[in-house]
Structures are given as C-alpha cells and as structure tokens.
T-cell receptor
Framework: SQQGEEDPQALSIQEGENATMNCSYK?????LQWYRQNSGRGLVHLIL?????REKHSGRLRVTLDTSKKSSSLLITASRAADTASYFC????????????FGKGTRLSVIA | DGGITQSPKYLFRKEGQNVTLSCEQN?????MYWYRQDPGQGLRLIYY???????QKGDIAEGYSVSREKKESFPLTVTSAQKNPTAFYLC?????????FGSGTRLTVV
C-alpha cells in the first residue's frame, strides 16, 4: 500500500526559482522522510522530520509537517539544474520498526 | 567506503527462468529491504529482514523469495511464478531511521 501521495506529479521551473512539493498521507506516523532519485539510480535520503516537529531545515531544503492535516511539504530554494530529479516522501508507522512506505514521487525539472 | 552494492546492474530473464539479484552492505546495518519500482511509480515493498535468519513478506511478495544467512547479504530471487518481473529493483538498509539505497538492478524479461 502506498501511503504517501505527492503533489504535483511533475514540476518544471527556471533555475533560481523555488520549488515546492507536497505530500499527503493517511495514517499516524513516527516520522516522515524525503528522498531524491536521479534517473536510473537509487534513492538518496534528504531529511527526516519527526511527528512532534513542525519545520526542519537542511541547507537549501525546508520541510514542514502538519500532523493534523496529515501533510508535509518540501521546499527547495534557489533551485539549480542539478536539483533535477524525482522526490519521494516516505512514512513509517507509529508502532516502530515498520518498513517505510513511499509515495509515487514528484518529478522536478529545473531549466537552466 | 561504506555502502550497498547491488549486482548486476542489468539482468535479462527468459520466460520460466529463476534469477537472483545480489545485495551486499558493509554498513553493519541490521535491517535490509527489497523494493520494486515500475516506470513513473513509487516503490513497493517485496520483502524485508530486521535480523539475520529472519525475514517478512511485504506488499508484493508473491513470485519472489529471499534469504538472510549473513548480516551483510540479502539476495532476492525472482522466480518463474512472478508473471510480470520487468522492473527496477532497489535494495536498502538502515540502522533505524534514514535508509541507504543501492544503485539498483534493472530486470527485463526477454
């Protein structure tokens, strides 16, 4: 079952603009994570936000979490052509030790 | 350098043939996972293992089998019972939070 659903499915922006991707999920979680995947490669972990956190920053990344709405957003500021990739949110369950459930991803294209 | 190695990168399977995908990690991670990714789709869980000699089925385990005889290794066998095996297969491991992924094996039925 895929719990996370990213929105939009695809996003195209100019270099230097900000990119915002959203993720909605269905059940309670311990934490939510964002991953990046370059075409034909494995996923790379970007950031983890716990259920008791509302916002987290890492470099040009800003993640927010609203557990009342069961949603999260990933903001990439001052985007670069190298940010072109697919971005996935992933959630665990409250019981712990459960495998991550991934959404279908947002495909981001940054045009130089 | 620590990481996860998946091999081969590309694999071709004939109808009715079993094939095994290799996944090896030197990160000393306890938990390992196999996911399947179809074009334009997210990842679906096939099998996972949290300790040696133990593993659990994921959402789409039918037609697949695994073993976990060593902490470092978690091979996946795609059996002839898997009717639509063409996909990108990803192996991952973790100590508890963020997953580390291999670079994937692309399996094609010919």
């Amino acid at each position: 079952s895929q719990q996370g659903e990213e929105d939009p499915q695809a996003l195209s922006i100019q270099e230097g603009e900000n990119a915002t991707m959203n993720c909605s999920y269905k059940t309670s979680i311990n934490n939510l994570q964002w991953y990046r995947q370059n075409s034909g490669r494995g996923l790379v972990h970007l950031i983890l936000i716990r259920s008791n956190e509302r916002e987290k920053h890492s470099g040009r990344l800003r993640v927010t979490l609203d557990t009342s709405k069961k949603s999260s957003s990933l903001l990439i500021t001052a985007s670069r052509a190298a940010d072109t990739a697919s971005y996935f949110c992933a959630t665990d369950g409250v019981s712990g030790n459960t495998p991550l459930v991934f959404g279908k991803g947002t495909r981001l294209s940054v045009i130089a | 350098d620590g990481g996860i190695t998946q091999s081969p990168k590309y694999l071709f399977r004939k109808e009715g043939q079993n094939v095994t995908l290799s996944c090896e990690q030197n990160l000393n991670h306890d938990a390992m996972y196999w996911y399947r990714q179809d074009p334009g789709q997210g990842l679906r869980l096939i099998y996972y293992s949290q300790i040696v000699n133990d593993f659990q089925k994921g959402d789409i385990a039918e037609g697949y089998s695994v073993s976990r005889e060593k902490k470092e290794s978690f091979p996946l066998t795609v059996t002839s019972a898997q009717k639509n095996p063409t996909a990108f297969y990803l192996c991952a491991s973790t100590l508890g939070f963020g997953y580390t992924f291999g670079s994937g094996t692309r399996l094609t039925v010919v």
